[in-house]
Each structure stands twice: as structure tokens, then as C-alpha cells.
């Protein structure tokens, strides 16, 4: 893709000149795996903008939160950053980011179609856009096909009753849990309860709904896995090593993200290379929905250097440098274009693990935009380990939910009311 599709000839002419005299450093805050594999990304970006150099600043994800809260309070927010899809309406709400429907709107290449619809529509909470997909991720099924075929089951479960029988018959042919559902994981349930209609908050996340019958269908299929003896109560840390046990068929399905491809190629003995495989979630009905997860590029309110802190984040949006990124890191590119490129004789988009990613994308479902989503999710998913353990039954679970969740939310209601007003 050849420079004008990221800046005019002129704005970037304004650019090149602008940088090569006064010497412009941007600071980009990234995080993780990610913060160490996107300088080797940065040479080739200096080279089409020479005076622009690009100072990348390394924060674990553990404290990158906390990090970017303090900054922003104590005036000491970078040019751009990596930020979690679920951290952008907290950061849009305190007026930290840019808004980009400006700079969009003058780079034609960054056209919303090329996006999957719902990441994108993680990137707009309140309706202003801050946020540009990085990269992407969700949740389905990893798949030991090898032991689906032993127990006379040729087909991937399509629907909710499919998948019920096929746990109920790899059962009858001697496994014990054919399902793996860590029960200190929230994005299992979630992803469930994304398939139903409703919304998990209701009166634009005033209060939960958690009551309702979306999410009290969703926990109920979700807690019958369990009360049926197809999913081991334990969490992550009790199981040892995972991809070891799925190595031994301790289980035939589990659900994660993109990440584990990688880590099964790798872990796993060859001999089971083609035993297992990916695919897409069953829904209530066929098909279903899951969750939009991923980071996004932000460009920050206080930043001096704007023009080339989006030069930065269109030059990381280019198919051909998202499909690099793949490369070195095994994150999903944000862009469908992306997908269509050459990549090992084929495409990503037809690759035997990745497809599976590519046709769940197209429908995924946006967690809800509000800042204290990620303390929801936390006490949703604690509620749910209560009732898998039977502490607590259905009603008492979604009811208990209800409450917190409408405490949790107070404020927000408090503020948004003052705001009406």
C-alpha cells in the first residue's frame, strides 16, 4: 500500500518538513508481548518520516491500568498508547483521548468497512470514537477432533442442543469431562451470555439485567455443564498444565483466544498435530456470537505531536504491516483486507487454525461501554464459581447480581441523571 493512503501528499509533505526540523519524539506506550515485538516495526515507520523517531515505552499489563490512570491525572500521558478494548470507555469518559472521527475522516484508507463490525463498535463508547482496532481477539472452541471421531461424532456442534449431545456422547464412550470451563475465567460465560438478544445492562447500563432472560438463559446452559458432570469445577491454577491434559484427552473442548494457537503448536507432541483444531462457538439456535476483545491505538488529548501520532497509527493499520505484526506475535489483524493477503501460500483467512478466528469475528458482540465493566465482569464471574459449587442456586445467583451490579452503577446513574438535568 503506497503512502497516500495514509496522508495526503500535501499533509504529509507538511509533515516530513514539520518533523525534520524540529525533531519530533513520540512517545508510545505498549504492553506486553506487544510492547517488545512493535519497535521492530518502528525502523521502516522512521523511514518513510524521517525526523520522526518513535520512543517505545514498555508496560506489563499487570500495572499498565494503574499507569495510565496516573498519568493522565498527574499530566504525564504519552502521544499514543495501546489500550485494552474494555479500558476505552473509562479513558473517554475522563476526556484523556482524541477524538477520531476527524483524522478519519481525512484518511479514506481507514475506512470502517475493512473493520469487523463489532470491534468496531468497541472503539465508540458514548458514541465518540478514541479508539482504532489494533488487533483483535475472541473466544471459541479448541477442538481434539481425533477423540469427536473415536466416538462416532464427524461434525462440529453447530447449535446448543448439538453441542449437549455431544458432550452426553463422548461421555458414554468413557470420558470423564469432555469440557473445560476454568471457573475463575469471566469470557466463557460472557461469550454466552452475548449470544442472547438482550443486553447484559439495560437503560443505556444504567442497572443490570442480569435478572433477565438473555443472561439467565445464558448462566443456566453454562451451569448445567457442570451440574451434568461434563466440566470439572476447578480453576486454571488447579488443573496444572493445560495443554499437557488436552495432550492426554482429558478433555475434548476448550474455550480461548487466538493466543493459544501458538502454544499448542508448540506444546503439544507432533504426533497430534492434526488431532486437534479450531471452531466457532455454537449459539442457542446455530451459529453464535462471542465476545470483541483486543487493543486499540488512542491518541492522547494532551499530546503536542498529533499529526504524527496518527501518521503512527495509520502506518500500524496498514494490511501489510498488520499481517507482519501477525507474524512476529500471532495477534489477529484488526483489518479484513489483512486477512486477504499472501501469507505461506495461501491466506490468513484460510489458514487451518486462523479461519475459524476469521468467521467467529464476523460475529462477535461488543461487552458493555462503561467504565466499571471490568469490576461487573469480575463479580459476574464470582457469582457464577458460587453457583457452580452450590452456594448459591440459579434464582439466588442472577437476583444477588442484580443488587451489586445496581451499587456498583449508583454513581454512574447519579451522573448521568445530573447531566439530563
Known sequence: MKRRDLLTATAAAALTGCARDSGTTLRFWAMGRESEVVAELMPAFEREHPGVRVKVEQLPWTAAHEKLLTAFAGDATPDLAQVGNTWLPEMQALGALEPLEPWLARTPALAAGDYFDGIWATNAPG??????PWYVDTRLMFVRQDLLARAGIHEMPRDWDAWRATL???RRHG????ILLPTNESAPLLALAL???GEVLRDGGRYGNFSGPGFRTALGFYLERFQRGEAPSV??????????EFGRGSFAFY??????IGEFKRRLPP???HAWTTAELPGPGGPGASLAGGASLAVFKRSRHKPEAWALVSYLSRPDVQLEFYRLTGDLPARRSAWALPLNGATLAQDRH???FHRQLERVRAAPAVPEWERIEKEMQLAATRAVHGVTDLDATVRGLDALVDRILEKRRWMLDRKAS
Open 168 to 170: 452426553a456422547q463422548l
Open 235 to 244: 480453576s486454571e491454577v488447579q488443573i496444572g498444565n493445560l495443554w499437557q
Open 354 to 356: 486462523a479461519a475459524a
Open 127 to 132: 458514541g465518540q470514537r478514541v479508539g482504532l
Open 175 to 178: 470420558m470423564d469431562k469432555p
Open 271 to 273: 504426533e497430534l498435530a
Open 255 to 260: 474455550l480461548s483466544g487466538p493466543w493459544d
Open 195 to 197: 449470544q442472547q438478544p
